[in-house]
């Protein structure tokens, strides 16, 4: 393996080290669902291995298939990844995401029983930083870098809070909605038992004039 493979291996472990993982068998998909604003820059990690280390795998070759469908569960990217790699793609309506992850095996689905450990890690807004301060020796340089950086996480923060806002107002209209209905019901119901009630009285108030009891 290239030090550049090697570079990178290191870099998905140190940024899947407080990610989620997940058990995921050959042949099986698996999603997660993501609330995810509009117009947003979402990153993921992935890293796949057998669930127990010390097993021989039966797939060396295994990779992921990465399929993420938007909240009206159109597709919004599919593709044939490795065992470790990142995705990326931009969301063009806010609302829940799936993301959903399939493991590649040639074998027939009889023999394919290897159990397989997932690893995930998705980050929103831009985190494309540099790092190494070897290769933006100008302070300037930095400055900027950092700069554009405050900004990205900026925006991030903001679209957060304008989606937070948005669902607190659907929210809203549909407790206002229900309260509404609730109401109208209440009413209704108070409304049939008093005209039932006086229909009753009614009624056994004419039975006793009929029969001369009063």
């Known amino acids: 393996m290239s030090l550049r493979g090697i570079g990178f291996l290191f870099q998905c472990y140190l940024v899947l080290a407080a990610a989620m993982y997940f058990d995921l068998g050959e042949q099986e998909q698996k999603c997660i669902i993501e609330e995810i604003p509009e117009g947003m820059l979402v990153t993921g990690y992935f890293l796949l291995e057998p669930w127990e280390m010390n097993a021989l795998s039966h797939s060396p070759h295994l990779g992921v298939t990465v399929t993420v469908r938007d909240p009206n569960h159109e597709v919004l990217m599919s593709k044939r990844y490795g065992k470790f790699s990142k995705f990326?793609?931009?969301?063009?309506?806010?609302?829940?995401?799936?993301?959903?992850?399939?493991?590649?095996?040639t074998r027939f689905s009889v023999f394919a029983g290897e159990r397989l450990k997932l690893h995930l890690d998705v980050q929103m807004g831009e985190h494309s930083i540099d790092p190494v301060p070897d290769k933006t020796k100008?302070?300037?340089?930095?400055?900027?870098?950092?700069?554009?950086?405050?900004?990205?996480?900026?925006?991030?923060?903001?679209?957060?809070?304008?989606?937070?806002?948005?669902?607190?107002?659907?929210?809203?209209?549909?407790?206002?909605?229900?309260?509404?209905?609730?109401?109208?019901?209440?009413?209704?119901?108070?409304?049939?038992?008093?005209?039932?009630?006086?229909?009753?009285?009614?009624?056994?108030?004419?039975?006793?004039?009929?029969?001369?009891?009063?």
């Open 138 to 214: 100008d302070n300037m340089k930095n400055l900027e870098n950092s700069l554009r950086h405050l900004v990205d996480q900026m925006i991030f923060i903001t679209r957060q809070q304008e989606y937070q806002r948005e669902k607190e107002e659907v929210f809203r209209q549909i407790g206002e909605n229900t309260n509404s209905k609730v109401l109208w019901w209440a009413m209704v119901q108070t409304s049939v038992l008093l005209t039932v009630g006086f229909w009753q009285m009614k009624r056994l108030k004419d039975f006793f004039i009929a029969k001369k009891l009063v």
């Open 88 to 105: 990326t793609f931009t969301s063009h309506a806010s609302g829940q995401h799936y993301l959903c992850f399939q493991t590649n095996s």
